[in-house]
Structures are given as C-alpha cells and as structure tokens.
C-alpha cells in the first residue's frame, strides 16, 4: 500500500444515516475536534495570561505556547492520523471506545494540568501521552508485522522523550534548556509531515486532479528526509552557525525539489489538493529562514513559524478535512466553510512570518492579526465537524 491512508469516495446515499454518537468510534474523530477546539481557544488563553488570571500556572508565556502548539496540538493530530491509518496499513483494530476515550482524556487532563500549579502531575500527564499513543499504535503494528512503519512508534517515543526533557529543565533537574528539547520535537514533528506529505500529496494529487502526474524521485526523497534528520541531530547536539546553515540550504533545495515534483500548478482548481501543496511550500521556506537565521540575518522566530503556522498548520486543516470526509462517507469535496477554513489559517501563516519580513517594525501587529486568523480558522472547523465527527458514518459503515 502506498499511501498512509486510504481515502475512497462514498457509495451512493441509501437510507437516512443512522443516529448515535460515535466520537470514539475511531482516532481521527476526538483528537481532530479536540485540536480544532485547542487551537481555537489559544488566543483567549494567551489573553488570560497576559491579563493576570493565569498567574499560578505551571507554564506560562512563550514556553506555554511552544510546549502546547507541539505537545498539544499538533501531537493530537498527529495521534489520531496514525490512529487512523494504522487501522488501515494493518487491517488490525487500533483504539476505539473507551480505550481510545481514556487516551482522549488523558490528553486533555495534560493540557489542564499545565495551566495549574501542579508542575509534577502536569509533567507525568505531558510525558505519559506520546508514550501510551506509542503502546497503543505499537500493537497493531507487531501483530500485522508492518515494518516500515515501525518507526512512527519510535518517532512518538522520542516526542515523550522531548516532553520529559523539557518538564525536567522547568522543574530544575535538568540544566539543559528546555528550548533545545522543543527545537528536536520541532524537528520530529517535521520528519513526520515530510513522510505523510511524501505518502498522500502525490496520491491526492494524481487522484484528484486530472491530468497530474505528480512524481516521486527516490533520489530527492532520501535526501529530503535525510536533511531534515541530520538537522534533528544537529539541534539535538546543540549546533549552531555555518554547520547548521548547510543542512538547511540543502535541505531547503531537496524538498523544493520534492514539492516541484508534485506539480502544485495543476491542482488550483481542487481545494481539497491545494492546500496540501500551499502548506507544503512552507517547509523549504521554513528551512530556507533556518539558513538565514543561523547567520545572524533573521530572527529563529520566523522558521519557527513557518513550520508551525505555515507548514503544520496548514496540513493538519487540509487533512483533517478530506480524511474527516473519506472516513465518515462523504463527498471528497470541500464546500466554502473548508475553503475558508483554509484561506484563515494561509493568511495567518502570510501575516506571522511575511509582515514582520518586509515590516520588523509591525511585529507584534502581525502577531495578533496572525493569532486571530488561526483561531478563527480553526473555531469554523470545529463547529463546522463537530456533527460530522460525533455522528456516524453517512453510509452507515463502521469507523
């Protein structure tokens, strides 16, 4: 099977779909909505912060926000995809019901805890997560002996790893930054889009749009996932400078490369397929800000953003809506709510990393008008899916 997860347009409308609740009925559905409601909610929380009525949380400020876009959002996403699509690499069952809810919660009381004074159970909660999604995703794996994708349970192993180091530096037993550890998590996190990316976006692309040919070159692709983990160890080892510059420039080259392959031009008429190519363009532009930024030229900021903003969150609002979609037995189709969707979350990513490029001087403009695009983005995905992610298939299928 090539591709990360399977996608197949519905069959045609029988009877009226059955009633009932089945948000834990798979992965994708309580972790995209719970996500999609995190991300939303991020701005009144950063509000609440700086106005005082957080003052005995654990984190706070710019450590709060980096801990939580990695270890809370985009690991909630990334959970229930693998999830999902392990279901499908192993025709095994993965979480559901009240395993799959416990999970849920677990995430959720993690998120809770971080905003209290109890450091070490917010700790234990943040690192317990990746851990039991790793056990969780591990078992079906081994029992279908689906190696080469052994190694996503290894990659959230090394995200509870990153957790831990970052809870131990803020609880004082460590002395290592807890910067360095949320850069690596960064980076993995990054590994796993450029293997997901390189899965679906061709698939997508040459299944959605007629006429594509959106290619894979095995060349490009060694080198593009090798850059990105040679840049995992280089932050891990603490480098910075020239060394760093290096393995960015080449990995900027290789993944544009990669995305040029996949012949973005032919999909602007397709939503549901543009905005995995507009998001994936981040990613040489995150890298190409890494080369500048290791020189001096421009603040680390902007890569960040680039990636969190631009790259991951353009791709989790794509995919959570087209495997939202597949997966409940709808339309492979979006409708202007998701165009929207997508155009908020593009415009906040333009506004966080483009407005502070040409005008330093408008940066925290830039910040809030970037904040309440993704918020906005994301609030009209979670009203707009919490029907569909709560209610059962429309075809009446399991899942």
């Not at 960015?248 to 995995?276: D, E, F, I, S, Y």
Request: overall charge positive.
């Amino acid at each position: 099977m090539t591709g990360v997860i399977h996608l197949e347009e519905p069959a045609r409308r029988g009877p009226a779909p059955p009633a009932g609740f089945a948000l834990f009925a798979l992965g994708f559905r309580p972790f995209y909505l719970l996500a999609a409601v995190f991300a939303a909610l991020s701005v009144p929380l950063w509000a609440l912060q700086f106005s005082g009525w957080l003052g005995h949380a654990y984190l706070a400020g710019p450590v709060w926000h980096a801990h939580e876009m990695l270890f809370g959002f985009a690991l909630a996403v990334i959970v229930g995809f693998l999830f999902t699509a392990g279901r499908n690499w192993t025709n095994q069952p993965t979480p559901t019901g009240w395993p799959l809810a416990a999970l849920a919660g677990l995430w959720l009381v993690a998120r809770v805890l971080l905003l209290t004074p109890f450091g070490l159970a917010a700790a234990l909660a943040n690192v317990a997560f990746p851990l039991a999604a790793a056990v969780a995703l591990a078992r079906p794996l081994i029992r279908a002996g689906s190696r080469r994708n052994y190694f996503f349970v290894g990659l959230l192993v090394l995200m509870g790893a990153a957790a831990a180091v970052v809870h131990a530096a803020e609880l004082g037993w460590l002395t290592w930054p807890a910067g360095v550890a949320i850069g690596v998590g960064l980076d993995v996190v990054l590994f796993i889009v450029a293997v997901m990316a390189g899965r679906v976006v061709p698939m997508f692309t040459n299944n959605g749009v007629p006429g594509a040919a959106a290619a894979r070159h095995p060349h490009v692709e060694r080198l593009a996932l090798g850059s990105v983990l040679a840049l995992l160890g280089a932050d891990a080892f603490g480098l910075t400078g020239g060394p760093v510059a290096v393995l960015a420039l080449v990995g900027m080259a290789a993944h544009a490369a990669r995305w040029w392959l996949w012949q973005p031009w032919r999909t602007r008429r397709v939503p549901l397929v543009w905005v995995l190519h507009l998001a994936y363009a981040w990613v040489p532009v995150h890298l190409a800000l890494r080369v500048t930024a290791s020189l001096g030229w421009t603040l680390p900021a902007l890569a960040t953003h680039a990636l969190t903003v631009g790259a991951i969150g353009g791709l989790v609002i794509g995919m959570m809506t087209r495997t939202a979609r597949g997966h409940t037995g709808r339309p492979l189709k979006a409708d202007r709510w998701e165009v929207a969707c997508y155009g908020l979350v593009a415009l906040a990513a333009v506004a966080r990393v483009g407005l502070p490029l040409v005008a330093p001087a408008q940066t925290v403009h830039a910040a809030l008008a970037s904040a309440l695009l993704w918020s906005a983005g994301f609030g009209v995905y979670a009203v707009r899916y919490w029907p569909v992610l709560s209610r059962p298939r429309v075809d009446g299928r399991p899942g």
